[in-house]
């Protein structure tokens, strides 16, 4: 009788655990693209909301948007505007809108948003570089969510504590200041050929 207790409740605690919901903060770094007048644009334009209610990826209105911690939204109609500012937390992208699978490596970098580059899980929203890296994240999704949540709490998220706590704090444009209040300069070296270039324009999206 014992011995049934103890297997019953080692399942509870075992199915309990599973079905812990996986939790980082959502407040930066951003994965944003820039296009006509907005510079710091979320989702590369596609609407928070309809991914949730319409289940498909909806090109925003670029007459319609909202800007919510330093970054811009844009949406289909008035209606997901105002459910959105209702309850942003609800809709926001995981992981600063990066691809999933590349926090999964700790790797901040390139994101989506489009056709089959995104999927809501566990009712929160995550996109992918493309096609193969959503594939790839969903061959253990369990286990990559789990890592992708980690080392975003830790290594990406977690610098921004770090920043905080020296004095590089944001602007009101949202980039980080020096201690002083100047601007802070990254200058980054490159070579002068194709591969090079693309690289640097990935690592100014990154930047931005």
């Known amino acids: 009788m014992l011995r049934r207790v103890f297997i019953a409740s080692t399942l509870v605690v075992a199915s309990t655990a599973f079905a812990a919901p996986y939790d980082s903060p959502n407040d930066?770094?951003?994965r944003t693209s820039s296009e006509g007048s907005d510079e710091r644009?979320?989702?590369e334009g596609h609407d928070a909301v309809a991914y949730f209610t319409q289940n498909n990826a909806v090109r925003g209105d670029p007459a319609i948007k909202f800007e919510h911690r330093g970054v811009i939204y844009?949406?289909?109609s008035e209606a997901n505007k105002a459910e959105f500012q209702r309850a942003p937390e609800k809709y926001m992208p995981q992981f600063g809108g990066f691809c999933s699978n590349g926090i999964n490596y700790a790797i901040p970098w390139?994101?989506?948003g489009g056709p089959n580059t995104w999927r809501i899980y566990r009712g929160k929203l995550y996109v992918f570089g493309g096609q193969s890296s959503r594939d790839h994240f969903e061959i253990d999704t369990e286990k990559n969510l789990e890592l992708a949540h980690r080392y975003w709490n830790e290594e990406v998220a977690g610098a921004n504590a770090l920043l905080d706590k020296f004095g590089y704090r944001k602007g009101p444009d949202g980039y980080r200041t020096l201690p002083d209040g100047k601007p802070l300069?990254?200058?980054?070296?490159s070579r002068p050929d194709t591969a090079a270039r693309q690289q640097d324009e990935?690592?100014?999206k990154s930047m931005d």
């Open 28 to 30: 930066g770094p951003w």
């Open 41 to 43: 644009l979320m989702l």
């Open 74 to 76: 844009r949406f289909a």
């Open 110 to 112: 390139g994101g989506g």
């Open 185 to 189: 300069v990254v200058r980054y070296g």
């Open 202 to 204: 990935l690592v100014k």
